[in-house]
């Protein structure tokens, strides 16, 4: 959430007055019917305010989860996950994090994503079926952690 904050912080002090400054000058330019700098400043400018708009809903909306009071027998939000592919017999390891977060390259598994959901609510030894275009994948549940 403090990256978030951060960087709203960065788009509202830094980039807002920049984007600002340009259509300013821009407009000293004359004629705005044919300025294509003015036209591009306003562009970004729209594009700007859509990025603030959103990371101030996703604020608005954001909620702090104690993981203390998450149940650690099962896979959750925030639990960290070893499993087997029982297809491709590779073990593998993922946390299950919000949509906004996730990031495959670090290990970070939505859990709006069909893995996700397929893991969510599952315990130690238990097989979760995921359908993918292949057909259907099997993952066994090896460790559940926080």
Known sequence: MANLKAELHQLK?????????????????GDLSENAEYDAAKEAQGM???RISKLEERLSNARIVDESQ????KVLI???VRIMNQNM?????????AENE???KAGKLSVESP?????LGKKV???AEITVPNGILKLEILEITR
Request: glycine content about 8%; overall charge negative.
């Open 102 to 104: 996730a990031d495959l």
């Open 13 to 29: 002090t830094v980039e807002r007055p920049s984007i600002s400054a340009q259509i300013g000058e821009a407009r000293d330019k």
């Open 125 to 127: 030894g238990e097989i």
């Open 89 to 97: 017999k590779k073990e593998l390891i993922y946390t299950l994090v």
């Open 78 to 80: 925030l639990s960290t």
């Open 48 to 50: 700007l305010e859509m």
């Open 70 to 73: 998450l149940d650690r027998e």
């Open 115 to 119: 893995f996700g959901r397929g893991l």
